[in-house]
């Protein structure tokens, strides 16, 4: 089973900030958390990852909470091609998949961003 | 940045047939890739494990004989769905990273249509 969840859904208008909150209230001591957004009939794109520390990049930000139990994406300004579904992950510093919620999908949030 | 091709992107194969899909880490080497499956409107489910050199690791409830994974160089692992029926038409996604705490880059997907 996954070991994150999100909102089913959420909107934005065009530029404005969007925050996706994702929850993992199990997450282990090396779990990275991992964000990545996924078009139509397209593999998912990496859009941010981070452990314990905040972290930007040119498309993203990663707020991390101190018990690091949730986290926030942020995307500061929305555009119509920002619109997808959101995935939060979590990764283990072991490179394998499934056994303990390493790498495995929820649903995610499905951003609709409106002009 | 660092690009997965998976190949091909779309296929359409009769019942009984076999079809094999590959996935390319084009610079950077891959020692684990990950195949997904996705059905519409669904997320993203893990089937394998796969690591170079070594036998793949399949999770619950993926047929190891349906599914052959081989993961022969840093560079190249292929997914090959043996005697493919109607119920495995899917889209396939592969990702692919160098190190444990590094992003996944997936693959832009291969649209099976069994017919």
């Known amino acids: 089973d996954a070991k994150t969840t999100q909102p089913n859904s959420m909107e934005s208008n065009e530029e404005e900030p969007v925050h996706l909150p994702c929850n993992h209230s199990t997450i282990s001591g090396t779990d990275y958390i991992h964000w990545y957004r996924q078009l139509p009939s397209q593999g998912p794109e990496y859009v941010i990852h981070g452990l314990t520390s905040n972290v930007n990049n040119r498309m993203a930000s990663l707020a991390i909470a101190e018990d690091r139990k949730s986290s926030t994406l942020i995307l500061h300004r929305a555009t119509l091609r920002d619109a997808a579904v959101y995935y939060c992950i979590l990764r283990g510093l072991m490179n394998y998949g499934g056994s303990q919620g390493n790498l495995i999908f929820g649903k995610g949030t499905k951003l609709s961003v409106k002009p | 940045g660092a690009v997965v091709s998976q190949h091909p992107s779309r296929v359409i194969c009769k019942s009984g047939t076999s079809v094999k899909i590959e996935c390319r880490s084009l610079?950077?080497?891959?020692?684990?890739m990950f195949w997904y499956r996705q059905f519409p409107k669904q997320s993203l489910m893990l089937m394998a494990t796969?690591?170079?050199?070594?036998?793949?690791?399949?999770e619950q409830g993926v047929e190891k004989d349906k599914f052959l994974i081989n993961h022969a160089s840093l560079t190249l692992s292929t997914l090959t769905v043996t005697s493919a029926h109607p119920e495995d038409s899917s889209f396939y996604i592969c990702?692919?990273?160098?190190?444990?705490?590094?992003?996944?880059?997936f693959g832009n997907g291969t649209r099976l249509t069994v017919t």
């Open positions: 796969s690591n170079e050199g070594s036998k793949a690791t399949y």
């Open positions: 990702s692919a990273s160098d190190r444990a705490n590094s992003p996944l880059h």
């Open positions: 610079d950077f080497q891959a020692t684990t």
